[in-house]
Structures are given as C-alpha cells and as structure tokens.
C-alpha cells in the first residue's frame, strides 16, 4: 500500500529511470545475484568479479564458507552501501546433516521443532565475527528426506545464523552427535537461487558486451541497486528535495510526497526519486500517521548517501 501524501512536481531534466541505466552505468551502480561454487572464499569470489568487471570496488553480503554455495549477493562500487539492508532480511539453506548414531524420523522431526524458536549461539572459532553468545531466530526447520544417518533439511533463519554450529547443537540434544556435512545457501532477503547467475555468465556476459556490444546477458547479471531495497519501506520525494539529501540533510515532511508503511520510529526506509531512483537509506523519525498529518518537522534521518551530489539541482 501507498499512501499519497502531496502533488508530486517532477521534471524530465534530470535523473533516470533505473532500467534506463546505461551498462557503464550500471557497472558502478549495481548488485549481482551470484550463485557462489564450492572452494573459493567469498572475499576470493568477489576479488574475481572486480577482474571480470574491471571495477576497482566490490562487496558481498553474508560470507560463505569455502565449501557452501549458493546465493551471494555482489554489489559493485556505489552500490556496497546498500548492502547493510540484506542483513534486515532472512535466509534459506538446504543441507544435509550427518548424525554420529541411529535415530529415527520421529525423534528428528521433535527436535527441529524444538529449534524453531530463538536459540542462542556462539560463533565457530573459524567465523568472521567476535566470538559471543547471541540470539538468532530460526523461522522454519523442514525435514526432506532421511537416508540411514543422513538428514536433508530446509531452515529459514535469522540473518548472521550459523547453520553448521545448529547442526552440532541438534546433534547434541539428539544425543548422538552430529555435523553438517553439506550445505546451500538459497536465498538472502529475496535473492533466490532461481533467478542466481554463474561466475562464468558474468565473464561470458562481459565479454559479449566488449567485442560484440551485445548489452543483453550482461544487463541480465547486473541489476540495478534499487533491487537490494525491494523489501524495506520506501519514501519519494520531490526533486527539489534530492540534492539536499545527497549532501547529507535530513528529510523534511514536506520533501515527502508519497510513502509505504512506516509502523516504528527508527525503522529503515528507503528514500526514493520520483524516478523511483535510490538515494539514500535512513532512519524512520515519525511513522507514516504522521507524515501524512503534519506540515513540518523531521520525517526521515539521513544515514548513508548513494546517488552522487548534483545528480538533481540544488534548491537550499
């Protein structure tokens, strides 16, 4: 639902639709869907990308260890900043668990509902983080299939989970002991593995791009950034508005013209071109009652700036 808040005064001048993006300008601008291959780190797997793109800048959102694949979401360049928002968003495995001893179905499908709840873990020795307890959400636990110790699991869980450690936990309440013995990642927030591209069809897409000016495949691999806010609630405003934004200033409500549902002070929204152009990522200040009943005051706190500066003209 969309909540018009005022008339809406646009100009053709300026911006750009995001699929009207030009491939250079998508290659500074833009987020991969790529399904990562077992073996390379990620921070290997996106080292590659800058090769393949010739970008000098790239990020991941959710490290994957070496042997897991899987959905790998890659920014490059000014995109990277928006990559904070696909840690808001929730992710989904299939992997196989091995169990140390023989245990039945009906003993496996007992404990995955007792993990469906808020656990607590501690980080691996071998993680990216600091190695404290904290709480994590598993949404969904699914038994697939079972073959004598081998067990195929779906879990949907709370970003920043460590699957091969709720193995070992499972494991343990089991009574047998257990380890994850394989492992997908196949979605982040709502980048799925079915609409995920190789390493390969993006040097392959590039190098269509290079020596045939065939834009077609590469346009497939590179999106544009407002793909990663696809989910989180969005504010448009006027364009007399943007440029202040992008210097850094807060949104003011009468820089609002339209909004989508914002239920809580300091939610995450998107501040959004009437060109439904990204430009910047925020903190919520009223809830969208009030924006759409005051004439002044802070609607939106200005947290990280993407469109660059002059983008828009400046009206301050």
């Known amino acids: 639902m969309i909540f018009e808040r005022t008339e809406a005064e646009t100009s053709e001048k300026f911006g750009k639709k995001?699929?009207?993006?030009?491939?250079?300008?998508?290659?500074?601008?833009?987020?991969?869907?790529?399904?990562?291959?077992?073996?390379p780190t990620s921070h290997e797997v996106v080292s590659w990308v800058k090769g393949i793109l010739h970008v000098d800048k790239a990020g991941h959102s959710g490290t994957l260890d070496p042997k897991v694949t899987g959905v790998l979401p890659v920014a490059v360049k000014k995109a990277t900043k928006a990559l904070q928002v696909l840690l808001l968003g929730s992710?989904?495995?299939?992997?196989?668990?091995?169990?140390?001893?023989?245990?039945?179905?009906?003993?496996?499908?007992?404990?995955?509902k007792e993990f469906t709840t808020v656990i607590y873990q501690k980080p691996?020795?071998?993680?990216?983080?600091?190695?404290?307890?904290?709480?994590?959400k598993i949404h969904k636990l699914e038994l697939l299939e079972m073959d004598g110790k081998d067990v195929l699991f779906r879990v949907s869980t709370q970003a920043g989970t460590y699957i091969r450690k709720l193995c070992y936990d499972m494991g343990l309440v089991l009574g047998v002991g257990a380890n994850m013995a394989e492992l997908r990642r196949t979605r982040v927030s709502h980048f799925v593995e079915e609409e995920s591209v190789y390493?390969?069809?993006?040097?392959?897409?590039?190098i269509f791009y290079q020596e045939e000016r065939d834009e077609t495949e590469l346009r497939r691999c590179l999106k544009p950034v407002e793909t990663v806010v696809r989910n989180i609630a969005k504010v448009w405003i006027q364009d007399s508005a943007v440029d202040s934004v992008c210097h850094g200033a807060e949104l003011a409500v009468p820089g609002v013209v339209r909004l989508e549902p914002v239920e809580e002070l300091g939610q995450t929204v998107a501040v959004m071109t009437?060109?439904?152009?990204?430009?910047?990522?925020?903190?919520?200040e009223m809830t969208t009652?009030?924006?759409?009943?005051?004439?002044?005051?802070?609607?939106?706190?200005?947290e990280r700036v993407l469109m660059e500066r002059g983008t828009y003209p400046r009206n301050w």
């Not at 995001?18 to 073996?39: C, M, T």
């Not at 992710?91 to 995955?112: A, P, R």
């Not at 691996?124 to 994590?136: C, G, L, N, T, Y």
């Open 124 to 136: 691996p020795v071998k993680s990216a983080v600091a190695r404290r307890v904290r709480r994590r």
């Open 18 to 39: 995001p699929e009207e993006r030009s491939v250079e300008e998508l290659l500074s601008f833009a987020v991969i869907n790529l399904d990562k291959p077992r073996g």
């Open 199 to 206: 390493l390969q069809d993006v040097l392959d897409s590039y």
């Open 91 to 112: 992710k989904e495995y299939v992997g196989v668990m091995h169990l140390h001893g023989t245990v039945g179905e009906k003993e496996v499908l007992s404990v995955f």
């Open 289 to 302: 009652k009030d924006i759409l009943e005051r004439n002044k005051g802070i609607a939106v706190t200005t």
């Open 274 to 284: 009437l060109k439904d152009e990204l430009v910047a990522l925020g903190r919520s």
